[in-house]
């Protein structure tokens, strides 16, 4: 085959330290649009962005140059410096150190498109830690609760 073709599509969970509410309504939109452009900058594409004060979720699709251990490390840490920087929070802005990141079929994008849109209903009702418990079960990911959570 002389190209590569892909459609590598990642829905990625992480929380805030200490899972701090920091993400407010009036936050939201700078952060987005920073780590979209963190996104792009990859050669990625953000397909949607949403959460609550205390997580994100991302839809993304991600090329072949780059790992997603690596794309999360640099969201993570430049938007950590910049919303420092940037943002007038009242605390020290920073991630957890773990994620959840999952593989995303393109029939089932949609569904996920709808449900990050849908984040602050849906955590009217169900919390973080269950989401994230339902999510490492349904998508069959080992884990140990001792350690979701540091």
Not at 35 to 55: C, P, Q, S, T, Y
Not at 61 to 80: N, Y
Not at 96 to 118: D, L
Request: net charge negative; charged share 25%; with cysteine.
């Amino acid at each position: 085959m002389g190209h590569t073709y892909t459609n590598l599509n990642y829905h990625l969970v992480f929380s805030t330290k200490d899972r701090l509410p920091l993400i407010t309504q009036d936050v939201q939109p700078r952060l987005y649009a920073y780590i979209g452009g963190i996104i792009r900058d990859v050669k990625g594409e953000m397909l949607a962005i949403g959460g609550v004060d205390d997580h994100v979720h991302i839809l993304c699709r991600l090329g072949t140059v780059v790992s997603v251990a690596d794309v999360l490390r640099q969201i993570k840490g430049s938007s950590s410096r910049w919303a420092n920087d940037e943002l007038e929070l009242g605390s020290k802005f920073g991630w957890q150190t773990g994620y959840a990141a999952f593989s995303v079929s393109q029939s089932k994008t949609p569904n996920v498109e709808r449900y990050i849109a849908e984040q602050e209903e849906h955590h009217r009702s169900v919390g973080f830690k269950e989401e994230l418990i339902d999510f490492l079960k349904r998508h069959g990911t080992e884990y140990d609760e001792r350690y979701l959570w540091d």
